[in-house]
């Protein structure tokens, strides 16, 4: 990567408001989700949705880890994302069980939960980091995860799905687990950010990865909500 034109700024500040930016279509697409009277039927599926994302976490830092070990010699921020992504693996690892876990709880089969394909924006929003990842540069999913672990829903919104669907508490078990977690995570992340000798190009790769993972997520929420039929 350039070593010209170092970032000398708050980075988790700059990242931050270019992800405010597109912001609004993410929590658009959730509170049309929330506000949906169908909601009881429809939490199943976001959890399937949920599910097909976070299984990739662990895979995708790994995947960066491995890809900053290979350059760390000659660039410092590989040298500091590899510790990081060491440090954050085992905090992510066994979500997507978790998110299982829930599934049974409603009544959903495990084994035909993971049959099921993801949808092509699912994969797509996954497939992206990978690209960057492996031919540009690993900083770049630090944009993706950004997104993922800095926006939290809050224990008041579990409280309220319980209420409206009717389903047990045990079926939200990894979202509160996610509202008490993700916040400190962030800070992590934040921290990690301001301490990086981030390029112009590097601090830019992050930015497009948070907002089109931004956008395709709330693609993903609207395209569930929308070709619903209540076969699944």
């Given at each position: 990567m350039s070593s010209r034109s170092v970032v000398t700024t708050a980075e988790s500040r700059r990242l931050r408001r270019k992800i405010?930016?597109?912001l609004p279509d993410l929590i658009g697409a959730s509170r049309r989700l929330i506000l949906d009277p169908r909601i009881a039927e429809l939490y199943p599926e976001y959890l399937f949705t949920v599910h097909c994302v976070i299984r990739a976490s662990v895979p995708l830092?790994?995947?960066?880890?491995?890809?900053?070990?290979?350059?760390?010699?000659e660039d410092a921020v590989s040298a500091a994302l590899a510790p990081y992504f060491e440090e954050h693996i085992p905090e992510e690892r066994d979500h997507d069980e978790?998110?299982?876990?829930?599934?049974?709880?409603?009544?959903?089969d495990r084994s035909s939960i993971l049959a099921r394909p993801p949808s092509p924006t699912v994969a797509g929003a996954v497939g992206a980091q990978y690209y960057w990842?492996?031919?540009?540069?690993?900083?770049?999913l630090?944009?993706?995860i950004a997104v993922l672990e800095g926006y939290p829903p809050t224990i008041e919104l579990m409280n309220d799905?319980?209420?409206?669907?009717?389903?047990?508490?045990?079926?939200?078990?990894t979202l509160i687990a996610h509202a008490e977690l993700d916040?400190?995570?962030?800070?992590?992340?934040?921290?990690?950010?301001?301490?990086?000798?981030?390029?112009?190009?590097?601090?830019t790769v992050m930015g497009l990865s948070a907002i089109a993972s931004v956008q395709i997520l709330a693609l993903a929420i609207d395209e569930l909500r929308d070709g619903f039929d209540g076969a699944q």
């Open positions: 405010e930016l597109v830092m790994e995947t960066a880890r491995k890809r900053a070990d290979e350059l760390a010699a978790w998110l299982l876990d829930d599934l049974e709880v409603l009544g959903k990842i492996l031919h540009y540069h690993p900083v770049a630090l944009g993706y799905l319980v209420d409206r669907t009717g389903y047990s508490r045990a079926a939200f078990r916040p400190g995570h962030r800070q992590e992340l934040d921290t990690l950010l301001d301490g990086l000798p981030l390029t112009h190009e590097q601090s």
